[in-house]
């Protein structure tokens, strides 16, 4: 089928003229020959002039859009919902917080037809320390994941140590059953550079991906990785504009976290604590469903924000949980059948003079792609903005942003307790722990408080956080956003 000028430049069919405009300067920009070095960057750069000077003249675009194919001008079905925190922004002489909560879904029913075959490629850490159980809980989970996967859909291995080794090509599984001869492969040794997995498994994903296939990455890994963290950074930021999310699994205790969840936000994926073989399966059937269902993907958010305005904290909520950066553009994930995409937003607002009746928050796009559609590029117009009031008046939150709040306040406990424990302030994070130990009492959370309780005390005799008890209560508190509020849980 033949590529329209609309997709050259990524837009829609209904794309503005400033959307056209703003298409094609960045278009421009990746692939003008001087600086992009791909030999096929200088026609890519030839087929993007030739649109913008079709589609940026009115009568040229009529004419074009006229002898268009119907199935070129279809756009995509998304519904994007605002709630903001309060109806009026009061006029205070000091700063003041201010939460939105924004959601995007489609009304579409899936078709099996639409739904597009998805390529998934599993980048396992074998080094020393994966030996014995971890690895074999690799093993066993690799052959459910065969077993989620449609006969249209593709599979690849690599496995990696200081070394990277393919140990399953990309291939359609007609025969589930045929994986597991090839785990017998997956026998470890050997240090842990995490870029050398995750560079083989992105070629490889890139390489042998047929077009409109919904692409993921899945990093499992149980180590650190040590000066090769800058080329990993710049692969998810690379990834995530070609819309290819990593998602990674930390096995035990000794794994890095904050390098985990950094590669993972910024590539639009998520990062999970594997503490049991119930949390990888787990894991494993969750994501499988979500990506066979996945409506929309590569979904971004640009964005400006008004002088003065700080977007403090960008949290996805639902489906999947996970901190997102605060700075354009912002990898916002996918949108699935059936279920909304929640992102709640954070922003500090500065003081603000007594004339003002307005206040603009943020303004932007979201543009995503639709695989199932011939023209897959979607782009809506998202501003965020409220009246003022001159004065505070008591107002009860919208009761989606009370509870995502809630929740947030209780996760950043846990993150506040951490770096008082790196700056040294034993007894405030000791406090701040017992606080959120009590909120998720009240909550019926026991086990998850009891960990708190117990971590508390640890950090109280070695000035220290454990290992175990740190992850288990950052990924437990951020675990909190999937349960209905307020929760209520038997011991």
């Not at 199935?71 to 519904?79: A, S």
């Not at 075959?117 to 074998?126: G, K, S």
């Not at 050398?196 to 077009?211: A, H, K, M, N, V």
């Not at 305005?309 to 990898?331: A, K, M, W």
């Amino acid at each position: 089928m033949k590529t329209s000028f609309y997709q050259v430049l990524e837009i829609p069919f209904n794309a503005s003229a400033e959307d056209i405009r703003t298409a094609y300067f960045e278009a421009a920009r990746r692939f003008h020959p001087d600086v992009n070095p791909d030999p096929f960057a200088k026609q890519k750069f030839l087929q993007i002039q030739e649109a913008y000077e079709v589609l940026s003249n009115p009568k040229k675009r009529l004419a074009y859009d006229e002898q268009l194919p119907a199935e070129f001008k279809e756009l995509p079905e998304v519904n994007i919902s605002i709630t903001y925190g309060r109806s009026q922004i009061p006029l205070l002489d000091e700063p003041q917080l201010f939460y939105v909560l924004l959601e995007l879904d489609t009304p579409k029913q899936p078709d099996p037809k639409d739904l597009p075959p998805i390529h998934v490629c599993l980048i396992v850490d074998r080094s020393n320390s994966m030996r014995g159980e971890r690895i074999e809980m690799v093993r066993q989970n690799i052959v459910l994941l065969t077993r989620k996967l449609r006969p249209k859909d593709r599979l690849s291995i690599v496995a990696f140590s200081d070394r990277a080794e393919v140990i399953l090509p990309p291939k359609e599984l007609e025969d589930p059953a045929s994986v597991e001869s090839v785990l017998g492969k997956l026998q470890v040794g050997g240090a842990t550079e995490i870029f050398q997995g995750l560079s083989t498994g992105y070629d490889l994903i890139q390489r042998f991906s047929r077009e409109g296939m919904i692409k993921q990455l899945i990093l499992i890994t149980d180590g650190h990785t040590y000066g090769d963290e800058q080329n990993c950074i710049d692969l998810a930021a690379q990834a995530r504009e070609e819309g290819v999310p990593i998602n990674a699994l930390g096995i035990g205790d000794e794994w890095n976290d904050i390098f985990l969840d950094r590669i993972a936000a910024l590539s639009g994926g998520n990062a999970v604590y594997v503490n049991r073989n119930e949390d990888l399966t787990q894991f494993i059937e969750s994501k499988m469903q979500s990506i066979s269902v996945s409506y929309a993907r590569k979904i971004e958010w640009f964005f400006n924000l008004e002088e003065g305005i700080e977007l403090r904290y960008v949290f996805r909520i639902h489906p999947d949980i996970t901190p997102l950066g605060n700075e354009s553009p912002i990898p916002l994930g996918t949108i699935e059948y059936g279920k909304k995409t929640s992102i709640i937003l954070e922003f500090k607002l500065p003081p603000l003079a007594n004339n003002r009746t307005e206040v603009e928050l943020l303004k932007g796009f979201i543009q995503m792609q639709v695989p199932s559609l011939a023209n897959p590029f979607g782009r809506y117009g998202v501003h965020l903005f409220r009246q003022t009031r001159e004065n505070w008046q008591t107002e009860k939150p919208p009761t989606s942003i009370l509870q995502a709040m809630s929740k947030i306040t209780l996760y950043r406990l846990q993150e506040k307790a951490r770096l008082e424990v790196q700056s040294g302030d034993i007894g405030k994070a000791t406090r701040h722990l017992q606080h959120l130990a009590t909120h998720l009492l009240a909550q019926g959370d026991r086990e998850l408080a009891k960990t708190v309780l117990v971590e508390a005390d640890h950090i109280q005799r070695t000035h220290s956080f454990s290992k175990e008890g740190d992850k288990k209560i950052k990924y437990g508190t951020r675990a909190l956003f999937l349960l209905p509020s307020p929760a209520r849980r038997e011991p």
